[in-house]
């Protein structure tokens, strides 16, 4: 297993600027400057290094159980009438993608000398693990967490605090994933020489995108590999993984941009509908603009304030999407589509009972579109599985009804 | 002459420049607030255009500005309120605000109308120095706004020296490394004040974060030029049921027992 930091550079990956496209930069205030330009001068290097690399996979191997398995759903597949594929992030240790990203920035922030580890989450799938490597490395971890989040997401908030992480609520704006994201950033100016900030999703500044892409790109180079052995080809018809800032889709196209052929399909939370005010379909209702000192799509009035966005999955709720999928988004080389509410509540049902799968409501979203996309039989489709449903019990049982 | 520099030509020290937030408390209290520390004897007034993600802002400058928000404040509203100011007063006066209401104004519409209404000068501190040298710098010249950068204890000596040099009419001193409104104590920052104040910049200096009555007032101004008050300012107007009495009060407070 590579982490594939050397090789891949592609027109859709990151340029030495820290832009894709027209997208990315680092819109920080001064105050963040010392920091974000340490990283931007070390994480290639630090990343690089063999010795990180292999610390990097071994820990992905023993301690997250990666390779993480690529299943072909049966079931699934049949009643879609193609071949359709799960990349099962929801084995992973802690339930999601999010924590190959967390593993490679501690042992990033170790070699960067730092003793405080600061975190924003909305699902709380970030915030655990980013307490459970803070855990493992013995560092103090303090996650902002929304308090509306915490509310929706309370098992998440107990396994922070049992991993020894303090959970502080943000109480401003929406007080979901954005307002975490500014408290976490403003925390990060009051702690300029100690702290690293590690950001859940492939947002924020310059190097953050392009780092936690690479630290995701796992996920393709090992659909890659599993492809191979069970079709005989490295290349799917499809991925499809659902976008909140992007991290798991980053990570499950990272190694497909180029291959033109295949189609990368990312799906937004329509919330209510996209044209409902209760929506956070950032492709159809964004504009460019500066969130999170960053340059990308984001939904915002006509005067540039930050509008609130809604889903019924607390990680998808962001009125932001990361530079790289603003990019994939208007160059066309990814399809953007929603899934509302509804349709993803329905899809993580179907799962259950098709496959014995509870999927996080995040990934539920990718699931609902799998009927929109006209499959043939002969489609080799993939489907990130970003996570599991345990933590969204309370609310697929609440529309049980 | 930008009036800024000719500010500091005729006072090089103990400037009192003042912020608040525009709109705030309530929409139509921008220009009585300007006009009123004008009178009290501010020297200079820095108008923030309220953002709902104010990342380098504390609590209460945040609370500011969704206040204003909610009020019904926008930048062209800010513009209109503006109109006619500079019949009535002659301090600098300066915006700040962060880069995305801009970008969605219009870069080059907005600095234009800020030339038509007389603002002197911007802070737009997630604006980065190289994207404003490379793409903003020569519309800045041409509509004779200064654009004032940050910098920071942690704020390297080759990086204060470049800041410097693209800096126009002073540079923003950051008292500690922190959001507006922390209330850190000036002590600890002594040296890096003495270190500022060796470097002999081109540009004056003003501190700013944490000053927020006479004491760190006077403190700033035996480091500096003179010093900026923003939280402070906007806490003391909250309720202020008259908001000129306030500030001349306020001001006043300020500006006790200055030795000069
Ligand atoms: C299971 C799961 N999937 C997806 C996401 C969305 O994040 P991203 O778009 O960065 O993959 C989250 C965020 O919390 C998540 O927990």
């Known amino acids: 297993m590579d982490i594939a930091v050397n090789t891949s550079q592609s027109k859709y990956h990151v340029n030495k600027k820290g832009y894709y496209g027209d997208f990315g930069g680092a819109y920080i205030p001064e105050m963040l400057y010392p920091n ?13 290094d063999p010795a990180f690399q292999q610390e990097f996979e071994q820990l992905l191997k023993d301690y997250v159980g990666r390779p993480s398995p690529l299943y072909f759903a049966k079931r699934l597949s049949e009643k879609y009438k193609a071949k359709i594929y799960l990349k099962r992030e929801d084995l992973n240790h802690t339930g999601a993608h999010k924590v190959n990203n967390t593993i490679g920035q501690i042992l990033l922030a170790k070699r960067l000398g730092k003793k405080r580890i600061i975190a924003e989450t909305g699902a709380g799938q970030h915030g655990v693990a980013t307490a459970t490597v803070c855990a493992l490395m013995g560092l103090e971890c303090v996650v902002y967490m929304g308090s509306v989040d915490i509310q929706r997401q309370a098992p998440n908030v107990a396994r922070m605090r049992m991993l020894g992480a303090t959970v502080v609520p943000a109480t401003s704006g929406s007080k979901t994933l954005k307002d975490a994201t500014n408290e976490a950033i403003r925390d990060w100016i009051n702690n300029p020489v100690d702290t690293h900030y590690i950001i859940g999703s492939v947002v924020g500044p310059h190097p953050y995108p392009d780092m936690v892409a690479r630290f995701q790109s796992v996920i393709s180079e090992e659909i890659r590999q599993q492809l191979v052995e069970k079709t005989g080809k490295p290349d799917p018809d499809y991925v499809i993984a659902c976008v909140g800032g992007g991290s798991n889709a980053a990570g499950a196209f990272f190694h497909f941009t180029d291959a033109e052929k295949v189609k990368l399909v990312a799906v937004e939370a329509a919330g209510q509908g996209v044209n409902s005010g209760f929506s956070a379909a950032t ?9 999170h000192a960053s340059k990308t799509l984001l939904m915002q009035t006509d005067d540039g304030q930050i509008v609130e966005p809604h889903s019924i999955s607390a990680g998808l709720d962001y009125p932001g999407v990361g530079p790289m999928h603003a990019n994939l988004y208007t160059t066309g080389r990814a399809l953007f589509l929603n899934a509302t509410d509804d349709e993803s509540l329905a899809a993580g049902y179907e799962l259950s009972l098709l496959e014995g799968i509870i999927p996080a409501l995040e990934s539920a979203h990718a699931l609902a ?18 996570g599991r449903g345990d933590k969204d019990l309370e609310t697929y049982i ?4 | 002459m930008n009036r800024i520099d000719q500010l500091f030509q005729n006072k090089p020290k103990d400037i009192l420049n003042v912020y608040c937030t525009a709109g705030y408390p309530s929409l139509n209290d921008t220009v009585t607030i300007v006009e009123a520390l004008e009178q009290s004897g501010a020297d200079m007034v820095e108008l923030g255009m309220p953002f709902s993600d104010p990342l380098a802002d504390g609590p209460v400058i945040q609370e500011s500005s969704t206040r204003a928000i909610k009020n019904g404040m926008r930048i062209s509203v800010l513009f209109e309120q503006l109109k006619g100011l500079r019949d009535k007063v002659s301090l600098p006066i300066i915006l700040m605000g962060y880069m995305n209401p801009v970008m969605q104004f219009g870069v080059e519409n907005f600095l234009r109308k800020c030339a038509e209404t007389g603002v002197d000068g911007l802070i737009l501190p997630d604006l980065p120095m190289d994207e404003y040298e490379s793409e903003y710098k020569g519309l800045f010249e041409k509509y004779g706004l200064h654009n004032i950068f940050l910098v920071t204890p942690e704020t390297s000596e080759a990086r204060i020296r470049k800041i410097d040099g693209v800096s126009n009419g002073f540079v923003y001193a950051v008292s500690s490394s922190s959001t507006t409104g922390k209330n850190k104590e000036m002590g600890d920052q002594e040296v890096y004040f003495q270190r500022l104040k060796a470097m002999n910049l081109r540009n004056p200096i003003l501190i700013g974060f944490g000053i927020r009555d006479n004491k760190t007032f006077r403190e700033a101004c035996r480091h500096s030029n003179g010093a900026i008050i923003g939280s402070a300012f906007v806490k003391a107007i909250e309720n202020s049921a008259n908001l000129q009495a306030t500030v001349k009060e306020f001001v006043a407070g300020i500006k006790t027992n200055m030795n000069r």
């Not at chain 1, 974000?36 to 690089?48: A, F, P, R």
């Not at chain 1, 609440?398 to 009804?401: A, E, I």
């Open chain 1, 36 to 48: 974000v330009e340490e990283l931007k001068e070390q994480y290639m290097q630090i990343i690089s």
């Open chain 1, 283 to 291: 492709s159809q209702l964004g504009r460019p603009g500066i969130i």
């Open chain 1, 369 to 386: 579109k799998l009927k929109d996309l006209s499959l043939k039989p002969e489609d080799v489709v993939v489907v990130c599985l970003s």
């Open chain 1, 398 to 401: 609440k529309h049980l009804k």
